[in-house]
């Protein structure tokens, strides 16, 4: 029931024009990343403040959520099932995560994939040794299931933990999606803004074979100087 009524207070606050644009927006056309996904057209503040409503809906109606073609539905069940990892006890966040990995086809865009997984596989993690987790999804084949492991570590990131990003980073330097590029030049941002030496050390190595996005992500905060160092370089390599 929970499940039902959540999309309809989502329906309620659909616009058509917001629709529309999110739907160019997030690439749904044929043969693009969100292909076949379907919009109702609410913001994220809304879909917010419908998932605050809701916070104890359980995991057998979230699933209806994640399964359901309307990407607000999805998204409102993370941010309830992100909110909900926050409140749990060990057992409670462990069991939290397998139901979201379980799901993670239906993390089925990057939005819905930066929303979440920091706050839900990154925070199981950041405190544990045995990462390997993360490494399983990034040889997986779902792009998505890639993403998440590249921005779970902002989790680690923003605890001054910088291994698992920088070694994610260099596994996907010969990535060919650009929401791969743009995921791994955002935490390498992520990591300059809290050491740029380790930044600067990693593009000394890496700039010439990086692709240009995850290049571009990664040096936006460096001063202008360096950006155009960096930038030179490349194209004279």
């Known amino acids: 029931m929970q499940a039902r009524e959540i999309k309809k207070a989502l329906l309620a606050l659909g616009s058509p024009e917001r629709a529309t644009h999110s739907s160019r927006f997030f690439k749904t056309g044929k043969g693009q990343y969100g292909e076949g996904d379907r919009f109702i057209g609410c913001t994220v503040p809304e879909t917010r403040k419908v998932a605050a409503s809701h916070p104890d ?9 994640l399964d ?3 990407h607000e539905c999805r998204l409102c069940a993370l941010v309830i099932l992100a909110g909900q990892f926050r ?12 139901f979201y990995l379980s799901h993670s086809k239906r993390v089925n865009n990057w939005d819905l994939v930066d929303l979440s997984c920091y706050h839900i596989v990154g925070e199981w993690l950041k405190d544990k ?7 399983r999804l990034a040889e997986s084949k779902l792009l998505w299931n890639q993403r998440i492991a590249m921005v779970s570590t902002l989790a680690f990131i923003r605890n001054n933990d910088f291994f698992d990003a920088l070694t994610l980073a260099e596994i996907f330097l010969p990535h060919t999606h650009d929401l791969m590029h743009k995921a791994s ?9 809290r050491d740029e030496q380790l930044l600067t050390g990693f593009l000394d190595r890496f700039h010439q074979v990086m692709p240009r996005t995850m290049l571009r992500y990664a040096i936006e905060r460096l001063m202008p100087e360096q950006r155009r160092d960096y930038m030179r370089r490349t194209l004279n390599a």
């Open 57 to 65: 809906t359980p995991l057998s109606e979230l699933q209806k959520l």
């Open 68 to 70: 359901d073609p309307l």
């Open 87 to 98: 409140k749990e006890g060990e057992r409670g966040r462990g069991e939290i995560v397998r």
């Open 129 to 135: 040794k045995d990462r390997s987790l993360l490494y």
């Open 185 to 193: 030049g955002w935490m390498l941002r992520e990591v300059g803004k």
